[in-house]
Nanobody, 123 residues
């Protein structure tokens, strides 16, 4: 399984970005996909996740109401729409997958990871 994350960049406070995670190597509908972020000097933390069929989503409290995760099965891609960005959203964003039906927000439960994409929010 290979994951390719993209869409990061430098934006000002209050603006938006959309991250993409394209997955290959396995049936797209067979796994949970999550987005995690890692700020400098901090551990990787859960941001959002979406179930294999796209019917269930979950967000960390810090992004709830501002970020939206979605998936396009035709394109084997999961998106993270990030609105009203704040300086504390700055970090490297990683997408990961869990093979199977495990529904988890824990880093250790994810089987494969993309290379990360950097988001910098300036004030």
């Amino acid at each position: 399984v290979q994951l390719q994350a993209s869409g990061g960049g430098l934006v000002q406070v209050g603006r938006s970005l959309r991250l993409s995670c394209t997955v290959s190597g396995r049936t797209f509908s067979s796994y949970t996909v999550g987005w995690f972020r890692q700020a400098p000097g901090r551990e990787r933390e859960f941001t959002a996740r979406i179930s294999n069929n796209g019917k269930n989503t979950d967000y960390s409290d810090s992004v709830k109401g501002r970020f939206t995760i979605s998936r396009d099965h035709a394109k084997d891609t999961v998106y993270l729409q990030m609105n009203n960005l704040r300086p504390e959203d700055t970090g490297v964003y990683y997408c990961g997958v869990i093979i199977g039906k495990t529904w988890s927000h824990l880093v250790s439960h994810y089987d494969y990871w993309g290379q990360g994409t950097l988001v910098t929010v300036s004030s």
